[in-house]
């Protein structure tokens, strides 16, 4: 069975830092990028930052740029989220996701269940 197992989500201060992880499991994880979402009530999901498995293309939200890195280790099946200098209106449910490719990373494949990043102010 495929399945996408995000973790490491909570409750941190502004400025603070967090990191997810995606475990992978289920497929040929080097046939797949890897995609980090995130959702807040009333507002439709927004892709935060996205890595191709097979040859480490990335890519990252303008909203993100700076503060946080995906980064991958292709042994464990696993894609991470360092996320720093967080900020209050980072707060959402973040999902990690399976695509074919970085451009079809929207319409993705196989979602996970999601962690909650809360940032307070």
């Known amino acids: 069975e495929v399945q996408l197992q995000a973790s490491g989500g909570g409750l941190v201060q502004a400025g603070g830092s967090l990191r997810l992880s995606c475990a992978a499991s289920?497929?040929?994880?080097?046939?797949?990028?890897i995609g980090w979402f995130r959702r807040v009530p009333g507002k439709e999901r927004e892709g935060v930052s996205y890595?191709?498995?097979?040859?480490?293309?990335?890519y990252y939200a303008d909203f993100v740029k700076g503060r946080f890195t995906i980064s991958k280790d292709n042994a464990k099946n696993t894609v991470y989220l360092q996320m720093n200098s967080l900020k209050p209106e980072d707060t959402a449910v973040y999902y990690c996701?399976?695509?074919?490719?970085?451009?079809?990373?929207?319409?993705?494949?196989?979602w996970g269940q999601g962690t909650m990043v809360t940032v307070s102010s």
């Open positions: 996701a399976a695509a074919s490719s970085l451009a079809t990373m929207y319409d993705a494949d196989f």
């Open positions: 289920g497929f040929t994880f080097d046939d797949f990028a």
């Open positions: 890595v191709s498995v097979s040859d480490g293309s990335t």
